[in-house]
């Protein structure tokens, strides 16, 4: 992590533009986070919030060392500071009407050249802009940071239809430079890249997991088949989800049901099935849920001790965890996916369904594979993005599998077939290519760690 910004100089024919302070409007997880992230790269830092409350539970978030930095206010007493500050992010709730308003206010108080985004991770950035002045719109991008943003790398950078280039070359700069994020471009569509991917997991994965779980497979086996096996943390499926919570999948569920394309696989899988949405229902959310729990929970006993448990959703009650049934299964990442057990289908079933939804979003979500890969990596902790692990797999292993089962060819995967190519990428470091939407061949970054 490098000091204060530096001036960016932009190439011949564009403005330049210049971040070394950030207006922060919404003190909640997200905005707290971007500001302490901000400081912490050595700018003068600017938090508002409706409330002083609200503000001073987000300065808590910012490192002492940094708090010289800060500046705070109200949103609608001490609007008009925002002035003086080159970035202005919004990160108030997830409302089009009240975002909307919020953005029409800094436009009639914010400085000539200053950028301006949104955190959203739900709504358009064309229904946020509808309406709104042509400086604004030119000006303005979505800046989507994960939680908590400090320790997460991925930075989803997506601009408008009238967004300037020298806007996102200046975001993408203090993101990567300043910020020490991954940025990975993305286009305006419902969440983005890693949600878009990472929620599709989890979503489908839920309905997926229901015929195993009544033939007799555990959730614990689910969790570990879906975790080292493929490349993917320990939390696996029923994990990970504990970790964000029932109420936001719920949320996510329900935002994608409005706005994923017509057509789209997702829609299958955008309310839970009768057992989760029970959890929901009674306040069983996961790890915020504490003693309620989610799939898991752990409770301290009288001794100070503590007692695991897993809700078992087939018998709907708690029950002592068990060792994950996986003896005999490959160890080579990704070779569960071809076993012929009822673990190897649950693995073909949610990770590889996964893998071949990703491989029909380009170039819908991304114009390349390798944003989409450096998303899911940085996002989830992926060892492999969707792409590269086909790679890994072998792309003609799967053609032939989809074949056999009479299934239709995604996107990318049936460009890979016409093409005659072997794999989506070839070469290494300066040499690398990828394969493109269609069919040609492009530069590709090297695989970033």
């Not at 909640?28 to 971007?34: K, L």
């Not at 964000?244 to 899988?269: S, T």
Request: proline letters at 5%.
């Amino acid at each position: 992590m490098v000091g204060r910004i530096s001036f960016y100089a932009f190439s011949v024919g564009t403005a330049s533009r210049t971040i070394s302070s950030v207006a922060v409007i919404g003190c909640g997880t997200m905005g707290s986070g971007i500001a302490a992230a901000s400081a912490a790269a050595g700018c003068r830092v600017l938090m508002l919030d409706l409330t002083p409350e609200a503000v001073e539970r987000g300065v808590s978030a910012v490192a002492e060392e940094h708090r010289h930095l800060i500046d705070t206010g109200t949103i609608d007493a001490d609007l008009e500071k925002v002035a003086g500050y080159d970035w202005i992010c919004e990160a108030i709730v997830e409302d089009l009407g009240i975002k909307k308003d919020l953005f029409a206010r800094i436009e009639d108080v914010r400085s000539a050249g200053s950028v301006v985004s949104s955190n959203t991770s739900g709504i358009p950035l064309r229904s946020i802009t509808e309406g709104l002045p042509a400086d604004l719109r030119a000006d303005i991008a979505i800046t989507h940071f994960f939680n908590p943003v400090q320790v997460m790398k991925l930075f989803e950078l997506v601009p408008g239809e009238d967004t300037s280039a020298e806007v996102i070359e200046a975001f993408a700069r203090f993101g990567a430079n300043e910020l020490g994020k991954g940025v990975v471009h993305a286009k305006d569509t419902v969440n983005f890249i890693g949600n878009r991917i990472g929620c599709y997991f989890m979503l489908s994965g839920l309905h997926l997991a229901k015929p195993f779980l009544a033939d007799g497979m555990k959730q614990e086996t689910i969790d570990a088949v879906l975790g080292q096996f493929v490349g993917l943390p320990p939390t696996g499926l029923y994990g990970l989800i504990d970790l964000i919570g029932l109420d936001v999948m719920d949320l996510v569920g329900k935002n994608l049901a409005v706005n994923l394309p017509e057509g789209d696989a997702g829609h299958a899988y955008t309310s839970f099935p009768p057992a989760e949405q029970a959890m929901l229902e009674r306040g069983q959310l996961g790890r915020k849920a504490r003693a309620a729990g989610g799939f898991g929970r752990v409770s301290k006993n009288d001794d100070g001790s503590k007692t695991k448990e897993t809700f078992d959703l087939h018998e709907q009650e708690w029950r002592a965890p068990v060792a994950p049934d996986v003896d005999g299964l490959p160890v080579g990442m990704g070779d569960v996916l071809f076993a012929d057990s009822p673990q190897g289908r649950v693995a073909w079933e949610i990770f590889g369904g996964t893998l071949l939804y990703a491989a029909g979003l380009v170039p819908e979500i991304a114009d390349d594979i390798a944003n989409v890969d450096n998303a899911i990596r940085w996002g989830f902790n992926w060892k492999k993005g969707p792409f590269e692990m086909l790679d890994h797999l072998g792309p003609q292993r799967v053609i032939e599998r989809l074949r056999s089962e009479g299934s239709e060819l995604p996107s990318m995967l049936a460009t890979l077939d016409a093409s005659d190519g072997e794999t989506f990428y070839s070469g290494e470091g300066a040499d690398r290519q990828m394969l493109m939407p269609d069919g040609s061949l492009a530069s590709a970054p090297e695989v970033p760690q």
